[in-house]
């Protein structure tokens, strides 16, 4: 099944920075919209990113002026920078097509620590 593979994750201390990247599946990577999504254990998922094929950018009020998202259309992959960390972000971060999802991939863990 086509999915998206996240990496990048990790254990930082708060006010510390990640990069994390998927790399999309399908050679119509570039035709589509991608977003970055996360979940934490009980609680719903939320959109953290979204970027439009030709660049479009919407960011979760949550993450603005903290998070950036880009994509390499060449490679197929998609990033989201992320500086001044807070325990809040701590979740499984995932990527998906938003108006054409296929199946969730694994994810990758962030955890921000105290």
């Known amino acids: 099944q086509a999915q998206f593979v996240e990496s990048g994750g990790g254990l930082v201390q708060a006010g510390g920075s990640l990069r994390l990247s998927c790399a999309g599946p399908g050679s119509y990577f570039r035709t589509k919209a991608v977003a970055w999504y996360r979940q934490v254990p009980g609680k719903e998922g939320e959109l953290v990113a979204r970027i439009s094929r030709e660049g479009g950018i919407v960011y979760a009020d949550s993450v603005q002026g903290r998070f950036t998202i880009s994509r390499d259309n060449a490679k197929s992959t998609a990033y989201l920078e992320m500086i001044n960390l807070k325990i809040e972000d701590t979740a499984v971060y995932y990527c998906?097509?938003?108006?054409?999802?296929?199946?969730w991939g694994r994810g990758t863990q962030v955890t921000v620590s105290s």
């Open positions: 998906n097509y938003p108006f054409a999802k296929v199946s």
